[in-house]
């Protein structure tokens, strides 16, 4: 009976320190994966600031630009025109070339 007793209390110490050592290992994992997760999250927040910081540079450089592209428009408007002059001159030369 006694040794029954010795073999049922090992069993059962064998059992607590299989079942320690599965949480510890369990809690090791959750803590890499809460350490992975931390790390991610501060990966996203730096990402996010640049990607806020370049937006917020190109919104500041939009009127400018658009600037540009409103002088450029009109630039080439008035080069159409000069061209469409240069080639009226052109026919009436050759139509007096004639």
């Given at each position: 009976m006694w040794q029954e007793d010795e073999r049922s209390s090992s069993l059962r110490a064998n059992n607590l320190a299989e079942e320690v050592n599965f949480l510890k290992s369990e809690l090791k994992s959750i803590a890499n994966a809460e350490e992975n997760k931390k790390k991610a999250m501060d990966d996203l927040a730096l990402t996010l600031k640049e990607v806020i910081t370049e937006a917020n540079e190109a919104k500041n450089k939009l009127p400018a630009t658009q600037f540009e592209l409103e002088k450029t428009k009109g630039?080439?408007?008035?080069?159409k025109m000069k061209l469409k002059l240069v080639e009226e001159e052109c026919n009436e030369e050759k139509k007096e070339a004639i």
């Open positions: 630039l080439v408007g008035n080069l």
